[in-house]
């Protein structure tokens, strides 16, 4: 009798994947994707990471998959989706309530792609004894949009996200470095054509070109990871954007085949986070904020940023109601807040 062979490695590993919530799945060579480093290069040299010093700190290893692990051979790629059900861009009309990027309206997708991915590694280590794995999502030196393009989960738009045909740009991005040879994905191959839609939508003109980002004018940066005043010129383009963005990814049509039942459940909108009051943001102190925003990436910018940037939108929202809650943040113990205060106060009719 003869045994009945079993489905390669690379194909188990994927049915794997998918049961652990990875609706995307690509395999790159180690060495794929060489232009990236060179790219990334250019981009710290210019200056356009603003002041994330640790994207420059660890360039060598964050360029390439062999300059952080010399021994890896394969990148697995894994993509989970957020899809949002309703209109991201929705809200735009209601300057009384503060805008939350969709991805961080549910929990944190660093613990739950994390510990999908380490589901998925141990399995691949227990079926290939011997092989060794390292599991990265977001805050490692490791460029995840170019991986996964080169793993074929999809490529980066315009907009330089990973864009998918299935789930449009609505994609968190993990890989798992692994020193065994796997078999790799077709690359993905870019469909954005003639296409500038996401160009066209930024409110700050943070594209220099297409396919490149200056994260000094995006108000994801802005919002999230820049510490201090934010530039007086950048402010109005902020509009009621309290925490990152959404507009070039919202307006991509390849948008049009995300399913929101692809979505992982986890990624859910906390109904609190869908359409806050900008008035209940600007009364948080930091035991309000840890509150409110515990189990969410947004407890990482901590309260100082949430206010000041509450006090922004405050500040594009034409109503007067804010001024007295304005006047009480004018005096705020953190400069930042102190500061926006009185910028919206300037900005807002008597
Ligand atoms: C730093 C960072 C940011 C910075 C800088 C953004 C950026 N575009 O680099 C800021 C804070 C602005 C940011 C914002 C956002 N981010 Co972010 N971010 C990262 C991080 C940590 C590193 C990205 C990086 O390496 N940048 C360096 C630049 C040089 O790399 P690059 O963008 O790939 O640059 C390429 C292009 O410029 C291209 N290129 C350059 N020249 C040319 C010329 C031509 C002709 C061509 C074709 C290409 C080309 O080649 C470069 C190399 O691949 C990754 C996580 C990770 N570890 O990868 C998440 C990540 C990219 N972010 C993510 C998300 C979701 C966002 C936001 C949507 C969040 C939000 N809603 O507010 C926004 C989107 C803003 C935008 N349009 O990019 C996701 C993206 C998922 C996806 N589907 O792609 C990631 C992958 C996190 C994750 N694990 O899911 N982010
Ligand atoms: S996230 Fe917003 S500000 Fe940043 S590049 Fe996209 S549209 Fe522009
Ligand atoms: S909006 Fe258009 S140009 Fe931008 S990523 Fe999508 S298809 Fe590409």
Same mark, same amino acid.
């Given at each position: 009798?003869?045994?009945?062979?079993?489905?390669?490695?690379?194909?188990?590993?994927?049915?794997?994947?998918?049961?652990?919530?990875?609706?995307?799945?690509?395999?790159?060579?180690?060495?794929?994707?060489?232009?990236?480093?060179?790219?990334?290069?250019?981009?710290?040299?210019?200056?356009?990471?603003?002041?994330?010093?640790?994207?420059?700190?660890?360039?060598?290893?964050?360029?390439?998959?062999?300059?952080?692990?010399?021994?890896?051979?394969?990148?697995?790629?894994? =993509?989970?989706?957020?899809?949002?059900?309703?209109?991201?861009?929705?809200?735009?009309?209601?300057?009384?309530?503060?805008?939350?990027?969709?991805?961080?309206?549910? =929990?944190?997708?660093?613990?739950?792609?994390?510990?999908?991915?380490?589901?998925?590694?141990?399995?691949?280590?227990?079926?290939?004894?011997?092989?060794?794995?390292?599991?990265?999502?977001?805050?490692?030196?490791?460029?995840?949009?170019?991986?996964?393009?080169?793993?074929?989960?999809?490529?980066?738009?315009?907009?330089?996200?990973?864009?998918?045909?299935?789930?449009?740009?609505?994609?968190?991005?993990?890989?798992?470095?692994?020193?065994?040879?796997?078999?790799?994905?077709?690359? =993905?191959?870019?469909?954005?054509?003639?296409?500038?839609?996401?160009?066209?939508?930024?409110?700050?003109?943070?594209?220099?070109?297409?396919?490149?980002?200056?994260?000094?004018?995006?108000?994801?940066?802005?919002?999230?990871?820049?510490?201090?005043?934010?530039?007086?010129?950048?402010?109005?383009?902020?509009?009621?954007?309290?925490?990152?963005?959404?507009?070039?990814?919202?307006?991509?049509?390849?948008?049009?085949?995300?399913?929101?039942?692809?979505?992982?459940?986890?990624?859910?909108?906390?109904?609190?986070?869908?359409?806050?009051?900008?008035?209940?943001?600007?009364?948080?102190?930091?035991? =309000?904020?840890?509150?409110?925003?515990?189990?969410?990436?947004?407890?990482?910018?901590?309260?100082?940023?949430?206010?000041?940037?509450?006090?922004?939108?405050?500040?594009?929202?034409?109503?007067?109601?804010?001024?007295?809650?304005?006047?009480?943040?004018?005096?705020?113990?953190?400069?930042?807040?102190?500061?926006?205060?009185?910028?919206?106060?300037?900005?807002?009719?008597?």
């Amino acid at each position: 009798m003869v045994a009945e062979a079993l489905p390669a490695l690379e194909d188990r590993l994927e049915a794997v994947a998918r049961a652990h919530g990875f609706v995307a799945f690509g395999i790159a060579d180690a060495s794929a994707a060489p232009q990236t480093a060179e790219r990334l290069n250019q981009w710290l040299a210019e200056g356009r990471h603003g002041d994330m010093i640790w994207m420059e700190s660890r360039a060598a290893q964050r360029g390439s998959p062999k300059g952080l692990w010399p021994e890896v051979r394969s990148v697995i790629a894994l =993509g989970m989706s957020y899809a949002p059900a309703q209109d991201p861009l929705a809200l735009a009309e209601h300057p009384d309530r503060g805008r939350i990027s969709v991805y961080a309206q549910g =929990g944190d997708y660093h613990d739950v792609v994390k510990r999908a991915m380490k589901a998925v590694a141990r399995w691949l280590v227990a079926e290939a004894p011997g092989a060794e794995v390292k599991v990265f999502v977001d805050t490692a030196p490791v460029m995840e949009k170019p991986l996964s393009a080169a793993a074929g989960l999809g490529w980066q738009g315009k907009h330089s996200n990973l864009v998918s045909r299935e789930h449009g740009s609505w994609l968190f991005l993990g890989a798992i470095y692994t020193t065994l040879e796997l078999a790799p994905s077709n690359p =993905g191959r870019d469909r954005c054509g003639s296409c500038s839609a996401c160009q066209d939508a930024c409110p700050t003109q943070a594209f220099p070109a297409p396919y490149q980002v200056d994260a000094r004018r995006c108000i994801s940066y802005l919002t999230i990871e820049h510490n201090g005043p934010i530039p007086l010129d950048l402010r109005r383009g902020i509009g009621n954007r309290v925490y990152g963005c959404d507009d070039c990814l919202a307006v991509c049509p390849w948008n049009k085949f995300a399913e929101t039942a692809h979505a992982h459940r986890a990624f859910l909108p906390r109904a609190e986070l869908v359409a806050p009051s900008l008035a209940d943001l600007l009364a948080l102190d930091d035991a =309000g904020f840890r509150q409110v925003f515990a189990g969410s990436p947004i407890k990482r910018i901590g309260r100082g940023r949430m206010v000041r940037n509450a006090a922004i939108a405050a500040g594009n929202s034409g109503d007067a109601g804010f001024r007295p809650v304005l006047e009480r943040l004018a005096e705020d113990d953190t400069p930042m807040v102190a500061e926006a205060a009185r910028w919206a106060l300037d900005e807002l009719p008597l």
